[in-house]
């Protein structure tokens, strides 16, 4: 019982910078582990990022660490993706997903998805 808003897409230039925000409705966002899904054309939605309810455990697709960080602030009930030193390849639709308890990596294992913002990565 939750609703996820995603925010902060857009075009940015490889080795640059962008922020992904992504808003939960409800009084019970920190029962939720969260993660960042993306999703290119013609190619199968994949992990990004995962975050445990506290905030604590995290977990990273191989190609993105060192590059992405993903945090949560509870009291604002919202996640976040900072996207640093971004590549083409990193183009694509990026969802917020919502699921009780502990944190998996797979897109099966949450309930709740947001629309999808678009990041667009140029060389």
């Known amino acids: 019982q939750v609703q996820l808003v995603e925010s902060g897409g857009g075009a940015v230039q490889a080795g640059g910078s962008l922020r992904l925000s992504c808003a939960a409705s409800g009084r019970t966002f920190s029962e939720y582990a969260m993660a960042w899904f993306r999703q290119a054309p013609g190619k199968e939605r994949e992990f990004v990022a995962a975050?445990?309810?506290?905030?604590?455990?995290?977990d990273y697709a191989e190609s993105v660490k060192g590059r992405f960080t993903i945090s949560r602030d509870n009291a604002k009930n919202t996640v976040y993706l900072q996207m640093n030193s971004p590549k083409p390849e990193d183009t694509g639709v990026y969802y917020c997903?919502?699921?009780?308890?502990?944190?998996?990596?797979?897109?099966?294992?949450?309930?709740?998805w947001g629309q999808g913002t678009q990041v667009t990565v140029s060389s």
């Open positions: 997903a919502a699921k009780i308890g502990t944190r998996v990596v797979t897109p099966t294992g949450y309930d709740y």
């Open positions: 975050i445990s309810r506290g905030g604590f455990g995290r």
